[in-house]
């Protein structure tokens, strides 16, 4: 029997009605929006604004409202799009009307949301023609609010509604629907997420109430998440009532901690079913199918903590390919499966399902069978295939319990039901059901595919145990059936698993064949290769390479990968030391599921010998000069360090040492002396820390370097008759004997020989008198050449200054002692001078009035003169003796003259002095006349 409308608000009594006066303010249309509707082709507009204020056209400020208003004046389906950029929310003052087919594209979730302010709803969605196209997605609608009203967000009536990549949070309804209400139509979602809405009635997320004679062509809810939206009345997550066109379909989604609180009055006489997800009055030939998806940690007062299927079911109505785990209701704690019509083939069917870990405050933990309600027919057939319901928790009935007089039959078959005490069923097959055994199922968890889910673990009786029927995959979309090697199946099993999951029981791969490249020279690559064998067509692969040198990699391969080929390039051919090197190359696979194998295969790594190029030697030099070696080092063993090996070509020979990765090197040599043949040739030798060699050559010219001459010095002044020093530095970077000429400057010069190193001299001269003459000082200019046994010369100059000395008188004496007057008398006396080349002039003045000038050559040691005094008396002679120089000596004499012959003398000539032998001036006297005088000296 039918259930009477008592439950049903209002409103519901005439939905298109209701939507009808809701849009009624917003179908009054301008002048300016009448002529719009006249337009029958489909446009596009373009929002690029976030402000809300009241329509006006799309020009240079188009907002959504604009767009729409423009779109309910065209009875062609437009579309709305959004400007490049445009991020935020639109808060609108109110909500906005959608009166016409319209498709909203808006740039993505995380980039623009609508959003209520808390206040309003955000789309009211109700066109003329039952059906109408309206699709939204890319955006979020947030904190939408139905005041007395339904549909938070969205309130859609008898539309085709396709809803896709959205977000629909934190709105509310006082009414059905705190995210989404529908009055009849199609729903058709994709990839949304429909979160933290509430409802003040049924359906906290989304709410849908049909009617017959509606547009309908059912529900399809796909790849979504509904979470965290609470319900006063049924359906805490979705609550679906009358459909009278199905399908219903929701799949590959997760309907997770949402809550129907109870408290309220409505449909089911005010009771709170189905925290995750409600559906009731299900008529005609709709069906339902609830497939690969995941109810958990949802919340009823009422019953069907995950899942209620309330009354009035007219075909098939079935959970395939599901986990339902962690739920609470008061009972029922994971599905409550209330009653179905009684036509034939009409049942409830879960199949291939996991219900664990659900609770029941009151009884049936698990699965409840019948309805909580008192008006309920209690038809409640119901057929579970190879699923597992255990662990569940419940004061009474833990895992499957009752609810009234149920008159329909359980079947149960290839399944695992913990607690079956006093649950009465039918065995088909017999003996196909396990009864009082732990699943050994893992935690809910990410084990691949879009849902969480419970994996069976090693072990487990699930394993090999089930019936795929028409299934190929499993909740996560892997492989169905995979038939565990090793264990039997059970009877009449196909191998497959009891359960959502099918239990991935690994098989290993195996390498073989594997080899590598060889030999290989150092710096080139080794190409591996092998085959890769493994019974589980849809594992990948994760190849590890250990390379023998330190290094690894990891290599990953899709399913279905039968070989491989990798290159690895070796550096060097280390260890040092060796022409050649083994690596060993160890691999390992591992197919991500615990399945490995390893291999080991090898290659030999060649030395190649370093490369010389561009080397040179700077020159030319001179001996004592420095050369600098150079050159590129090449080696594709880029680890190798080198050893360079030089003979210099003089003897002398060097080795350095550089580091891995050294190409170039600079040397430095200094040549002491010069290359006997011109030119010194350089062998050079360069070799690598595993044997490999490279000669080398170079020459360079190296010619003598003359010596050098510097700091060239003399005692400065000196007296004639003097020694000067002369004083130098040598330097000979050739190393050769080495000559020294000077040339004094006096008409003199001296050779000296020096022995090789030598690098200073010292050589004294005498200077015999300072001439030229008439000066008293004179410098003497002294040229210095150096020369080396290679032929290599240097000069210098320098001077010494030879002073003038004075010569000097003494022993002047006149002879006789007391001449006499009219008789010649002798004046002698002595002269030095250390200036063996100066000549003197003796002034002599006699006292008598006379003088007389005798010229004395250079050696001159004494002087003789004779002169006559005429008369008697006293006498002083002065004599002044002065040298070609200048120099001046003077000394005088005084003596008596005695008187003598009274008659007059005669008369003395003229007498010229000559100078004798020794020096003695010897003077002829033609006429003498002496007188005796008496002589004094005084």
Same mark, same amino acid.
């Given at each position: 029997? !039918? ?61 959504? %409202? ?53 206040? *309003? ?32 967000? &969205? ?40 979160? *933290? ?7 906290? =997320? ?22 965290? *939206? ?40 005010? @009771? ?24 958990? =940690? ?9 899942? !209620?299927?309330?009354? /009035? ?11 339902? @785990? ?42 409840? %069978? ?5 008006? !309920? ?6 057929? &579970? ?35 079956? @005490?006093?649950?009465?069923?039918? #065995? ?18 990410? /084990?691949?595919? $879009?849902?969480?889910? %419970? ?39 196909? =191998? ?5 999951? #099918? ?84 691999? !390992? &696979? ?41 050159? *590129? ?95 130098? #530095? ?24 020096? $022995? ?14 300072? /001439? ?9 200019? &002294? ?32 002879? $006789? ?5 009219? @008789? ?30 005798? $010229? ?83």
């Amino acid at each position: 029997m !039918s259930k009477t409308d008592s439950g049903r608000d209002a409103s519901a009594s005439n939905p298109r009605a209701r939507g009808r006066a809701t849009l009624a303010a917003a179908a009054a249309l301008t002048a300016a929006d009448a002529l719009l509707a006249q337009h029958a082709s489909a446009a596009t507009f373009e929002v690029n604004s976030l402000a809300d204020g009241p329509a006006d056209a799309c020009d240079a400020t188009c907002t959504l %409202r604009d767009a729409i208003t423009l779109a309910n004046a065209d009875a062609a389906a437009d579309t709305i799009e959004f400007s490049a950029g445009l991020t935020g929310t639109i808060v609108l003052a109110s909500e906005i009307p959608v009166q016409q087919p319209l498709t909203i594209a808006g740039p993505g979730a995380a980039q623009l949301a609508l959003s209520g302010g808390d206040a *309003n709803r955000i789309l009211n969605i109700d066109t003329d023609t039952p059906g109408d196209a309206i699709g939204i997605s890319g955006l979020t609608l947030q904190d939408g609010l139905a005041t007395g009203d339904n549909g938070g967000a &969205i309130l859609s009536s008898d539309v085709s509604l396709t809803l896709t990549d959205l977000v629909l949070s934190g709105s509310h309804a006082d009414g059905a629907g705190g995210a989404l209400a529908m009055n009849d139509g199609t729903l058709v979602m994709s990839r949304c997420r429909i979160e *933290n809405n509430s409802a003040g009635y049924i359906g906290g =997320g989304i709410g849908f109430d049909g009617f017959s004679g509606g547009s309908s062509t059912g529900i399809t809810i796909s790849d979504s998440i509904i979470s965290g *939206n609470t319900s006063v009345a049924s359906g805490g997550g979705i609550a679906l009532y009358d459909v009278y066109t199905g399908p219903v379909r929701v799949e590959r989604s997760t309907i997770s901690g949402n809550t129907t609180t109870g408290g309220g009055g409505g449909k089911g006489g005010g @009771v709170a079913d189905g925290g995750g997800l409600w559906i009731e009055d299900a008529y005609d030939a709709t069906t339902v199918h609830l497939v690969d998806s995941t109810f958990s =940690g949802n919340t009823a007062a009422g019953a069907g903590g995950g899942i !209620s299927f309330g009354e /009035n079911f007219y075909a098939l109505n079935e959970v395939v390919n599901s986990t339902i @785990v962690g739920n609470t209701a008061e009972a029922g704690g994971g599905i409550n499966f209330a009653d179905i019509d009684s036509k034939t083939g009409d049942t409830f069917v879960l199949r291939n399902s996991t219900v664990t870990g659900n609770t029941a405050t009151a009884t049936a933990g698990g699965v409840l %069978r019948g309805y909580s309600n008192p008006y !309920s027919n209690t038809n409640t057939e119901l057929a &579970i295939v190879s699923s597992v319901i255990a662990d569940n928790t419940a004061p009474t009935a833990p895992d499957i319990g009752t609810s009234g007089e149920v008159t329909g039959e359980l079947t149960i078959g290839h399944s695992l039901v913990r607690d079956l @005490v006093d649950v009465v069923y039918t #065995e088909a097959p017999a003996g196909s059901v396990l009864t009082g055994v732990d699943p050994l199922l893992g935690p809910l968890a990410d /084990n691949g595919g $879009p849902t969480l889910t %419970r994996l069976p673990q090693p072990g487990s009786p699930l394993l090999d145990a089930g019936l795929a029927g028409d299934l190929v995959t499993d909740q996560r979309g892997e492989t169905r059936t995979i038939d565990v090697a090793g264990i039997d199946n059970a009877a009449g099993s196909d =191998g497959t698993d009891i359960g959502a999951v #099918e239990a991935f029981v690994n098989s290993a791969p195996v390498l073989s064949d594997v080899a590598a490249s060889s030999p290989i020279d150092e710096g080139g690559s080794t190409t591996l290769t092998g085959t890769i064998t493994d019974a589980d067509s849809g594992d990948g692969f994760t190849l590890t390479v250990d390379w023998g040198d330190g290094t690894s990699e990891d290599f990953t391969y899709p399913a279905g990968t039968t070989a491989f080929s990798e290159t690895h390039a070796y550096p060097d051919d280390n260890p040092t030391g060796t022409p050649s090197d083994v690596y060993a190359i160890a691999l !390992s &696979i591992d197919d991500g599921a615990g399945g490995t194998d390893t291999a080991d295969t090898s290659t030999t790594v060649q030395n190649v010998a370093p490369t010389l190029t561009a080397v040179t030697a700077s020159g030319p030099l001179q001996a004592g000069d420095t050369t600098t070696l150079a050159g *590129n080092i090449g080696d594709v063993g880029i680890e190798d360090s080198f050893t360079l090996s030089v003979d210099w070509g003089d003897g002398n020979n060097s080795v350095f040492n550089y580091p891995a990765g050294t190409t170039a090197f600079s040397e430095t040599h200094t040549y002491a002396t010069e290359a006997p043949g011109g030119s010194y040739d350089i062998a050079l030798t360069l070799q690598d820390d595993d044997g490999g060699s490279v000669p080398g050559a170079a020459s360079v010219a190296v010619s003598n370097a003359p010596p050098l001459l510097s700091s060239l010095a003399t005692s400065g002044t000196i007296d004639e008759g003097g020694v000067a020093t002369l004083t130098g #530095e040598i330097a000979d970077t050739g190393g050769e004997a080495l000559t020294l000429t000077v040339d004094w400057g006096d008409g003199s010069s001296d050779t000296y020989d020096y $022995p090789a190193g030598t690098t200073s001299f010292s050589e004294t001269h005498a200077y015999a008198d300072d /001439n030229p003459s008439g000066t008293p000082s004179d410098v003497y200019a &002294i040229e210095v050449t150096l020369e080396d046994d290679g032929g290599g010369s240097a000069s210098g100059t320098t001077a010494v200054t030879v002073d003038n000395v004075a010569p000097t008188l003494s022993d002047v004496a006149i002879s $006789p002692a007391q001449p006499d007057a009219g @008789v010649p008398a002798t004046l002698s006396g002595t002269i030095a001078d250390v200036g063996a080349q100066d000549s003197f002039e003796l002034v002599i003045d006699w006292g008598d009035g006379q003088t007389s000038t005798l $010229p004395l050559a250079a050696g001159a040691t004494e002087f003789s003169t004779a002169h006559t005094y005429a008369d008697a008396g006293d006498v002083l002679v002065a004599l002044t003796l002065e040298d070609d120089d200048t120099g001046t000596a003077s000394d005088s004499l005084t003596f008596i003259v005695a008187g003598g012959a009274t008659t007059p003398p005669p008369a003395v000539p003229n007498v010229i002095p000559t100078l004798g032998a020794g020096g003695l001036v010897t003077l002829v006297l033609l006429l003498v006349a002496v007188s005796k005088v008496a002589l004094r000296r005084r």
